[in-house]
């Protein structure tokens, strides 16, 4: 049998068989490409006989090339009797039709089944032009809409998504890019690609790369992940937290899995993610507020009591803490003499510990003017105050000429006020493995020197009551 019979066809390429002379080979390449084709393909020649039909249209249906080719039409094998008239007509109406028609009608599996199928006929013209026949390429109806959804879904994604779609390719470099996803990151669609994501983000690029080189290697993670990262901004780093889900994307057309790169897809998360903190700080801190009062209640001593306030408020918030009483006693408001401060209590200079008091000598400090502790008695408000970005030998100089702990870089200010004069300062300093003060910070270091001030207080009414009694 020639190779053309093989291929399911009827028609002679050349005038003699393979190997032999003209075009050797030829047919075995049309049997080839016609075996090789994703879809059903069958042609009909001018009289409707049957003259190809390849592999696939056998996967779909059941009947061989050899069972299938030269029979005229599809009546009484492929379709019903009843079907087989409009069928054939509709099927032959191509070949004098301009272009492609698209039919949808179901055929008769080789084991009596019935299939329904999405058919692309068009003519087929001879040497002179005329037409000689017709090719159908058919597939499974639910096949092509599986196809046409998976387009569909494709196209939605990188157009009207509500969350960014990047598909980055082997190299990690963005190579499609919605437009959600230009958005957030900053920047057009077409710039960003074949660009590398550290041009695009200042901090998190690493954890970024890694977990799409884990995707590469590994495939898709079970669950979305949590990603903090710093944005490359005109106005500077803009920080975002993006839960970002990953997909490895493969060629269907290999028979191994060929990694063609990573489907990421995220959703910007920052704001629930900064309430979440926020509120998770708020229920920390109130609970050491809580902590700190049942404490300062068992205290004989209300300085004690004071130092004990201090402590707990030092947890998670900073690294030391000094409490300045004023000179003299209270201060009144408007005052006109200069303030003098007096160390009362430290957290001590080496390992951590509790805090302690160290007023006994009642010598004044050598705070220098316009010191941010001065500040806060005078203005009788808070006052926040930072090195900078300066070398940590700078930083180090700073927090000193403050006659501050060495690693100190970031300071917070609150006075202590109660019935209505100033007893003194509390500060509250972090190093430079935190990050500054904020108003969110102010507001609870307000709320812990407001409970040492009253401690503080009641001890300069406990000791005038004693003076009394001795007296």
């Not at 075996?35 to 056998?58: I, K, P, S, Y």
């Not at 230009?182 to 695009?200: D, F, K």
């Not at 209270?330 to 390992?351: E, F, I, K, Q, S």
Request: aromatic share 6%.
């Amino acid at each position: 049998m020639s190779a053309s019979r093989r291929s399911g066809t009827t028609d002679e390429l050349g005038p003699d068989e393979p190997g032999e002379s003209g075009d050797p080979g030829g047919s075995d390449l049309l049997a080839a490409l016609l075996d090789g084709m994703d879809a059903a393909l069958c042609a009909f020649d001018a009289d409707g006989v049957v003259t190809h039909w390849n592999r696939e249209a056998e996967r779909i249906l059941g009947w061989t090339a050899a069972e299938a080719v030269g029979r005229h039409g599809f009546a009484g094998w492929a379709v019903r009797s009843a079907d087989a008239e409009e069928v054939q007509a509709r099927l032959m109406s191509a070949m004098h039709a301009p272009g492609r028609q698209v039919h949808e009608f179901a055929l008769v599996t080789k084991d009596g089944g019935r299939v329904l199928v999405r058919t692309q006929t068009a003519a087929v013209r001879g040497p002179d032009g005329r037409p000689a026949g017709v090719y159908c390429a058919f597939s499974e109806v639910h096949a092509q809409i599986d196809l046409e959804r998976s387009i569909a879904l494709s196209e939605a994604l990188f157009e009207d998504a509500a969350w960014g779609v990047v598909v980055v390719d082997a190299d990690l470099r963005p190579a499609v890019v919605n437009a959600h996803a230009a958005r957030a990151l900053g920047v057009g669609r077409t710039s960003v690609l074949g660009r590398p994501l550290g041009e695009l983000l200042a901090q998190g690029v690493e954890d970024l790369e890694a977990a799409l080189t884990h995707v590469l290697a590994e495939g898709a993670p079970p669950a979305p992940a949590e990603m903090w990262v710093a944005l490359r901004t005109a106005e500077g780093e803009k920080r975002r937290c993006w839960r970002s889900g990953f997909l490895r994307l493969a060629s269907p057309l290999a028979e191994e899995p060929v990694p063609l790169g990573v489907g990421w897809l995220f959703v910007d998360v920052t704001e629930a993610k900064q309430g979440e903190q926020e509120a998770s700080l708020l229920r920390f801190r109130t609970n050491q507020l809580h902590r700190a009062a049942r404490a300062a209640a068992e205290c004989e001593d209300p300085a004690e009591a004071a130092v004990v306030h201090l402590d707990f408020a030092l947890a998670g918030f900073a690294d030391h803490a000094l409490v300045d009483r004023v000179a003299g006693g209270p201060r009144a408001d408007g005052a006109p003499d200069p303030v003098r401060l007096v160390r009362l209590a430290a957290t001590p200079a080496g390992a951590p510990g509790p805090s302690v008091l160290t007023g006994a000598a009642g010598l004044p400090l050598r705070y220098g003017e316009g010191h941010p502790a001065l500040q806060c008695v005078e203005r009788a408000g808070a006052v926040r105050a930072d090195a900078g970005a300066v070398p940590a030998e700078r930083a180090r100089e700073w927090a000193l000429e403050r006659q501050w702990p060495g690693d100190a870089v970031h300071a917070l200010c609150a006075v202590l006020r109660s019935r209505g004069r100033t007893l003194g300062v509390v500060t509250f300093l972090r190093d430079a493995g935190r990050s500054r003060f904020e108003r969110s910070d102010t507001a609870y270091a307000e709320d812990v020197a407001a409970r040492i001030a009253a401690a503080l207080d009641l001890a300069e009414t406990v000791r005038g009551e004693a003076g009394e009694q001795v007296r």
